[in-house]
């Protein structure tokens, strides 16, 4: 159940999305997936900062050989684009992450699986075997993370994505205020409010069970009410570079480091063996008070100096937004909510459609600008900026 084709043709745009999206969920899951930690002042700032940049149109440019796709990592894409990973999918609809990551291959992508997902990794292989690339947390138990890594050769994935964001624990206040904690406990109201969600109570009473399904107990998922238990017995808070070199030694495939908002710990991480930086905020929802990822973008290039990949997520939202973070520096972009929204408002088709807009809108951005390929794009396409002005001017 959920938003059917008719509703979506009246979709046109990610904010679009979100709007419907708070349609569809009860209060307590849309704040759980619009919130941010603290006073929200970082997750504002990474959509802000994209709109404050001004973009530079060119004329009677010929782009009859525009091209949106590229690469990452020796993996081609559409467009560059790929899905931020995102924990506990199923909170929004039954469909999770296979569904978002079946979007994902249709659409030329690659879908990161979280470290935190609802479903395991396993389930998500069997849709995107070549789309796919898994997050890894280093957890107290050595084990818990050679086990993990090891699931993840044996299903193919050749890319992991170590997280470097959640050293410390978040405070989000609307998740305070409803209750979500693990097990989540909501006030007398949110009952109530659920209640009006009727295509969300029925998913979430007939449809996939919410676990943590990445982990198992005994031969099972983890349910949500034993969540706290194996969060405090496996969280580590040491975790450190150390930790990041034996992986490096001990993995052959592809190794990127999501979390770095700052040029020394992306040159240290290099050092260390990264084939890609992930510039993220984890879109405000950890640590409150630190610059938009398009702000500290532009010394993260710098000190990494062509030595690996640069990815960002944190407030993509229009094709444009792409647009300027590649010309910036980044190889890619990545998005989360815009996804969450999508599935949690029309399920599968929902998503797809996402990566529609996404693509039309980055490709008309394009042709704005006068490039006519992903390579092409540098910081010449901002407004008031001469042929091959430096990266840093555009954000004073």
């Not at 005994?218 to 580590?236: C, I, Q, V, Y």
């Not at 150390?242 to 908002?261: C, P, Q, T, Y």
């Not at 190889?331 to 459609?353: C, I, N, S």
Request: charged residues 20%; hydrophobic residues 45%.
């Amino acid at each position: 159940m959920g938003a059917g084709p008719l509703r979506n043709k009246w979709i046109v745009s990610i904010d679009d999305y979100r709007r419907a999206s708070r349609r569809q969920l009860p209060r307590m899951i849309s704040d759980y997936l619009e919130g941010g930690a603290l006073d929200e002042t970082t997750m504002r700032a990474n959509e802000d900062r994209f709109d404050a940049l001004m973009l530079r149109q060119r004329s009677m440019v010929d782009l009859r050989g525009l091209t949106t796709s590229t690469t990452v990592l020796g993996h081609s894409l559409a467009m560059p684009l790929m899905v931020a990973p995102m924990g506990m999918l199923t909170i929004f609809h039954p469909g999770s992450d296979p569904a978002v990551a079946r979007a994902a291959v249709r659409a030329g992508s690659i879908f990161i699986h979280s470290a935190w997902a609802g479903c395991s990794l396993e389930e998500v292989a069997k849709v995107a075997p070549d789309n796919l690339w898994a997050q890894i947390a280093f957890w107290k138990d050595p084990a818990e993370t050679a086990s993990y890594i090891n699931r993840a050769r044996a299903v193919g994935v050749e890319t992991l994505v170590v997280a470097g964001d959640v050293g410390s624990s978040s405070k989000r206040e609307r998740d305070l205020h409803h209750g979500l904690s693990m097990p989540p406990r909501p006030p007398v109201a949110d009952y109530f409010n659920a209640a009006t969600r009727p295509a969300w109570l029925w998913r979430w009473l007939t449809g996939r069970k919410m676990t943590y399904g990445n982990y198992q107990i005994n031969g099972r998922p983890l349910r949500m009410d034993e969540m706290n238990n194996w969060m405090a017995s496996n969280k580590n808070p040491g975790a450190n570079w150390e930790d990041f070199a034996r992986l490096r030694s001990g993995w052959k495939g592809n190794l990127v480091i999501k979390g770095i908002m700052d040029a020394e710990d992306a040159a240290r991480a290099v050092d260390e063996g990264a084939d890609g930086i992930f510039v993220s905020n984890h879109g405000g929802r950890q640590f409150d008070s630190q610059p938009a990822t398009i702000d500290v973008l532009p010394s993260i290039v710098d000190a990494v100096g062509g030595r690996a990949e640069i990815y960002l997520d944190g407030g993509i939202r229009r094709g444009h937004d792409i647009v300027k973070a590649v010309a910036l520096g980044a190889k890619a972009a990545l998005a989360g909510r815009p996804f969450a929204y999508a599935l949690a408002t029309g399920g599968e088709p929902a998503v797809d459609r996402v990566f529609g807009i996404l693509q039309e809108e980055f490709k008309g951005a394009m042709g704005f600008v006068g490039k006519s390929s992903v390579a092409d794009l540098d910081p010449s396409i901002f407004a008031g900026q001469a042929q091959g002005a430096p990266a840093e001017s555009v954000l004073v």
